[in-house]
Antibody, heavy 119, light 111 residues
Framework: EVQLAESGGGLEQPGGSLRLSCAAS????????MHWVRQPPGGGLEWVSG????????GYADSVKGRFTISRDSAKNTLYLQMNNLTTEDTALYYC????????????WGQGTRVTVSS | QSVLIQPPSASGTPGQRVTISCSGS????????VYWFQQFPGTAPKLLIY???QRPSGVPARFSASKSATSASLAISGLRSEDEADYYC????????????FGTGTKVTVL
């Protein structure tokens, strides 16, 4: 069974940094592209970033470009999102999600980790 | 702001057919697949439709979808109370350096 477990969220001040992690299990992590998607309180879904199976970045949303970095560690079956220079607009529930082979759909999602940016 | 526009709400009585539209452009729907996600309050989204009109295993056949060059739609036939949820369309967008875009979301209410 595919399982994705996010962690690393919390309360951070504007200008601060956080690193989110997503521990993957139940599938061959190295074979699949992975993504981060966020959802602000009461809001809709926003794709944040994606990374291909071989660690090439698929891309970043304009809203996070230059501040966030996606990466993956195949030895630990873990996806990361390094978030720097946080702003209040980064406050959201952050999900990691897996793509099926050869597609850009998101067929499995974690339960999310909450990030709150506030002074 | 999202480049895929959905109506904020849709509703129907049990058994009715409800359709949700998703308006895009040639940079997303023109050359890329559309996906649909279902989300219940307090839970993660779930893939409902992939590759324009394909249902993952376990998704009932009363969910169907279609796509044109600049728009897409999701239909729920035989509406049931458990279909009350938020629904999002999504697609890869080739504009700028490329990005995955979600629709604005539609809340479906079963009356």
């Amino acid at each position: 069974e595919v399982q994705l477990a996010e962690s690393g969220g919390g309360l951070e001040q504007p200008g601060g940094s956080l690193r989110l992690s997503c521990a993957a299990s139940g599938f061959t992590f190295d074979d699949y592209a992975m993504h981060w998607v966020r959802q602000p309180p009461g809001g809709g879904l926003e794709w944040v970033s994606g990374i291909s199976w071989n660690s090439d970045p698929i891309g970043y949303a304009d809203s996070v470009k230059g501040r966030f970095t996606i990466s993956r560690d195949s030895a630990k079956n873990t996806l990361y999102l390094q978030m720097n220079n946080l702003t209040t607009e980064d406050t959201a529930l952050y999900y990691c999600a897996k793509s099926p082979l050869g597609q850009l759909s998101l067929d499995h999602w974690g339960q999310g980790t909450r990030v709150t940016v506030s002074s | 702001q999202s480049v895929l526009i959905q109506p904020p709400s849709a509703s129907g009585t049990p058994g009715q057919r409800v359709t949700i539209s998703c308006s895009g452009s040639s940079s997303n729907f023109g050359t890329n697949y559309v996906y649909w996600f279902q989300q219940f309050p307090g839970t993660a989204p779930k893939l409902l439709i992939y590759k324009n009109n394909q249902r993952p295993s376990g998704v009932p056949a009363r969910f169907s979808a279609s796509k044109s060059a600049t728009s897409a739609s999701l239909a729920i036939s035989g509406l049931r109370s458990e279909d009350e949820a938020d629904y999002y369309c999504a697609a890869w967008d080739d504009s700028l350096s490329g990005r995955y875009v979600f629709g604005t979301g539609t809340k479906v209410t079963v009356l």
